[in-house]
């Protein structure tokens, strides 16, 4: 019940809002639809609290402790997106960026983009998998290239190959899988394409085949995270779409793709019983956090700017993820959840703060604290937030990270921490004039949200000093279920 | 060797034929025939092996595949290219010859890729995963040898057309609810292609992507003016506001 409303609520709203959504009262409906998404995302987490795992349809949907804490959350950050669209979008449409046809389209994909990424999230079946990230590639190219200018179309184009290219790798992944599952399995029924089944007999998958799937699915997915060789399409898109898509974007569909790669990993180690996907995971982790960073220090444009701190801290959680042990991945577990919380507080701030400036670049941004405290505190705590200042949840997660390193990788640490504190002084002296000194800012003629920004970072703060009991229980039994070799 | 092995065979020469034919190819109309070929080659011998196996869901497939790649995708992209006036792909990033060496190396590492999933198999057609393997990768070299936006998604479409036939030769097709979400998805992104084309034809006036070059990180690093060079881009710089 509460699955058929988790996902029926964003199609339905999808489906309204492609009637509906240019109408005055289109925002409200988004944000309607997203809390009734986010309604349903509690009451099955409520349901996995009292009764545990849940299977679904005939096993092709599943909760565990792996993906119930990522269900609620994506459904939390869709609703608070929605909240901060809807100032941010109508003062779009008045400086006359947006015509209503595009307006409707932004928020019949925007709710089909939630509705992907929540199939992705709690299927069961890795074919199913693949079908609904290539959906929420699908549904979001359009909103990249929402503006049509020259810039969003190439940024718009690139996200459409790379990704497309990328998860071309992950079907070829799935094939394989499928191959070595059906030797073990049968090819009766779909079952073997079901995660838990596969789960159940990976250790007798063949282990040829399931490494070279697992490097497919890496790559693959690994692209849609935008880990290091292949972030390109990752700025662009961030920066040239609206701020909105990039918030979902960054919080959302890089844990998803992320998401993907675990359940793999999970049956490639199983499978091998070697180091061989740990390795390349920190490879590919370690790689993303040096380029993310190095990449900081060029950009002027600050929705570019935080976008390469996402691949810098995406390559963080994958660095752990690869590390493994209970300590590091619970840690990753965490990172995903403050950097998604983190991240979209930061595009909501930037976003209202570009839109006070007139422009994204951070040389036209000035000032922000003297006409409107509330964004400029935003931004700035969101930027302090997202560099690891304590007492925000980041510094939490990346204390542990940086501590198991010490213990267990100690050759990255210096590369770690180096990075660490040159993303610190890189966005550290870019948020600062931006934030205090003269103002550029105008009022705008629809009040911003503020309480997305404050309810995120509040989140946040929370998980720097406390976590909820049942949150740590399932990080720890996602930790095991993660374990590693 | 039974005469419907040696015709599946065969198919999958041909297969690996027209990718060679496509990455050599400049006119983008003869491009898309060539799609639409690979298309009715890759039905046939899904046909074949439904009929030699005696698998009912690769009747299904075999159906989508006729009425998606042979019919309604090749249509589609020749609409589009009859609307948009793109016929020729002019310069390539590497001369034929060149190209076409290249892709006998990635034929010789293909089979080499394959080969322990070949081992493994226990299909009837577990010879051709090699030729599916070096079809994906051709249409890969295609796609990025190309500068037309056009053939870049010819390449693509020819790409799913690989691991579909991978798919096939490993395991006689993937479970029936994937295959569907799959050619779902590629319906959508042909859809959304073609919107996508009309935008940058609305912007450019071309599909020529090397006007998509201008972005890159220039726009973060070089000097203030040249960013934001067309009026469109970019925010305008301040307006009415209260």
Known sequence: ?485 | MTLDLQLLNMCAALLLLLSFAMLAQRRIVILVNLLAVQGAVLFAATLLLAWRTGEHHLYVSAALTLALKVIFLPWLLHRLIRRLEVYWDTETLLNITGTMLVGLLIVVFAFGLAQPISALANTATRSSIGIAVAVVLLSFLTMITRRKAMSQVVGFLSMENGLFFGAMSATYGMPMIVEFGVALDVLVAVLVLGVFFFQIREQFDSLDLHHLEALDERRSAGPPASRGAPPSSGRPPSEGHS
Not at chain 1, 16 to 24: D, N, P, S, T
Not at chain 1, 25 to 51: D, G, K, M, Y
Not at chain 1, 250 to 268: D, T
Request: aromatic share 10%.
């Open chain 1, 1 to 485: 019940m509460e699955f058929l409303l988790l996902l029926a609520s964003p199609l339905a709203g999808a489906l309204a809002l492609g009637v509906f959504g240019a109408r005055r009262w289109a925002p409200e409906l988004n944000a309607a639809a997203s809390l009734a998404t986010f309604i349903a995302a509690c009451a099955l987490t409520a349901r996995v609290v009292s009764e545990g795992n849940i299977l679904a349809a005939h096993e092709q949907f599943f909760i565990d402790p792996l993906n119930v804490f990522l269900v609620t959350l994506t459904a939390f950050v869709g609703l608070t997106t929605a909240l901060f669209s809807r100032p941010y979008m109508r003062v779009e449409a008045q400086r006359g960026r947006l015509s209503p046809g595009r307006l409707r389209l932004y928020h019949s994909m925007y709710q089909l983009f939630m509705a992907t990424m929540l199939v992705a999230l709690t299927t069961n079946n890795m074919g199913l998998l693949w079908v609904a990230m290539e959906a929420a590639t699908l549904s979001t190219v359009l909103l990249v290239t929402l503006y049509r200018t020259a810039a969003s179309l190439e940024a718009g184009w690139k996200y459409f190959i790379l990704c497309g290219v990328g998860i071309a790798q992950a079907l070829f992944g799935t094939i394989l899988l499928y191959f070595a599952a059906e030797k073990v399995l049968g090819a009766e029924g779909v079952s073997a394409l079901l995660w838990t089944h596969l789960n159940g007999v990976k250790g007798q998958l063949e282990p040829a085949v399931l490494s070279l799937a697992f490097v497919f699915l890496l790559v693959g997915y690994g692209t849609k995270v935008g880990l290091a060789p292949l972030h390109n399409w990752l700025p662009d898109a961030h920066a040239e779409g609206p701020t909105p898509i990039s918030a979902v974007l960054s919080g959302l569909l890089l844990n998803v793709a992320l998401y993907a790669i675990l359940r793999c990993k999970v049956l490639a180690e199983g499978s091998l019983h070697s180091h061989l996907p740990s390795r390349m995971l920190m490879g590919f982790g370690l790689l993303s956090v040096v380029l993310g960073t190095f990449f900081l220090w060029r950009q002027r444009d600050v929705k570019r700017l935080f976008a390469y701190s996402s691949i810098e801290h995406m390559g963080i959680i994958t660095f752990a993820f690869g590390m493994g042990g209970p300590v590091a991945t619970f840690a990753a577990l965490l990172h995903m959840t403050v950097h998604s919380l983190t991240k979209s507080a930061i595009f909501f701030a930037a976003g209202h703060a570009a839109q006070k400036c007139g422009s994204q670049l951070i040389e036209d941004i000035r000032g922000l604290i003297t006409l409107s405290p509330t964004v400029g505190w935003g931004l700035m705590l969101g930027s302090l937030a997202i560099l690891g200042m304590p007492p925000f949840g980041v510094f939490a997660s990346e204390f542990l990270i940086l501590t198991s390193a010490m213990r267990d990788q100690p050759w990255a640490t210096p590369i770690l921490l180096v990075s660490l504190g040159i993303a610190f002084a890189a966005i550290f002296r870019r948020v600062q004039p931006m934030v205090f000194g003269e103002t550029t800012a105008h009022r705008l003629p629809h009040a911003p949200a503020l309480l997305p920004v404050f309810a995120h970072l509040g989140l946040v703060l929370m998980l720097g000093l406390y976590i909820p009991p049942y949150l740590a229980d399932w990080y720890r039994a996602a930790a095991r279920l993660l374990g590693g070799p």
